[in-house]
């Protein structure tokens, strides 16, 4: 069974970077999607959106122009970059695993979850 | 505000059944699949059905789902205490991304 872990600084400055890498165990990191997934604290769920192993990504159109996702199929490990962060960006951020296909009609779902890292924006 | 609307939270006593829903437009639902999540407190997020109404390995047929239109399902049965916890339905979008719904609190009287 494949198991994610998230890492990356637990404490980030406004207006600065945002870093968080999930390495992937216990299989392979190619030919799947991957999806980055946050929550801030008493929050609902937010995607932020997916990388497959070739590199291809979608991201929320809200956090679009902020985000950039990268994949090391060397390493088994795929990261997430959020630029300009601000306190709104405090949240717990997931890794995921992705099953995707369509019949018609698409299926994609996140079936493995990492257990989280919590990522606090502030000076 | 979610994309996809849920209640914020659903009650029954131990061993009912209870019904959450998940309302969509054709941007979503209506034209692709849902999934539901279960987060336990304090805990990541699981999947629980996929494909409208399939159960993963290891996930009891007590949890069920099914899908009409634009609006999803999940259906408990045999509630238990180790059910309580907030349930998140989510699908593709014709935006190109995942959405959720706000999650639904269920509680286990």
């Known amino acids: 069974q494949v198991q994610l872990q998230e890492s990356g600084p637990g404490l980030v400055k406004p207006s600065e970077t945002l870093s968080l890498t999930c390495t992937v165990s216990?299989?392979?990191?190619?030919?799947?999607?991957w999806s980055w997934i946050r929550q801030p604290a008493g929050k609902g769920l937010e995607w932020i959106g997916r990388?497959?192993?070739?590199?291809?990504?979608n991201y929320n159109p809200s956090l679009k122009s902020r985000v950039t996702m990268s994949v090391d199929t060397s390493k088994n490990q795929f990261s997430l970059k959020l630029s300009s962060v601000t306190a709104a960006d405090t949240a717990v951020y997931y890794c995921?695993?992705?099953?995707?296909?369509?019949?018609?009609?698409?299926?994609?779902?996140?079936?493995?979850w990492g257990k989280g890292t919590t990522v606090t924006v502030s000076s | 505000q979610s994309v996809l609307t849920q209640p914020p939270s659903v009650s029954a006593a131990p061993g009912q059944k209870v019904t959450i829903s998940c309302s969509g437009s054709?941007?979503?639902?209506?034209?692709?699949?849902v999934s539901w999540y279960q987060q336990l407190p304090g805990t990541a997020p699981k999947l629980l059905i996929y494909?409208?109404?399939k159960r993963p390995s290891g996930i009891p047929d007590r949890f069920s789902g099914s899908k009409s239109g634009t609006s999803a399902t999940l259906g408990i049965t045999g509630l238990q205490t180790g059910d309580e916890a907030d349930y998140y339905c989510?699908?593709?979008?014709?935006?190109?991304?995942?959405?959720f719904g706000g999650g639904t609190k269920l509680t286990v009287l």
């Open positions: 995921a695993s992705a099953q995707s296909g369509s019949y018609p009609g698409y299926y994609y779902y996140m079936d493995v």
């Open positions: 216990g299989g392979s990191i190619s030919s799947y999607y």
């Open positions: 990388i497959y192993t070739s590199g291809s990504t």
């Open positions: 054709s941007s979503n639902i209506g034209n692709n699949y």
């Open positions: 494909e409208n109404n």
């Open positions: 989510g699908t593709w979008d014709s935006s190109l991304s995942v959405v």
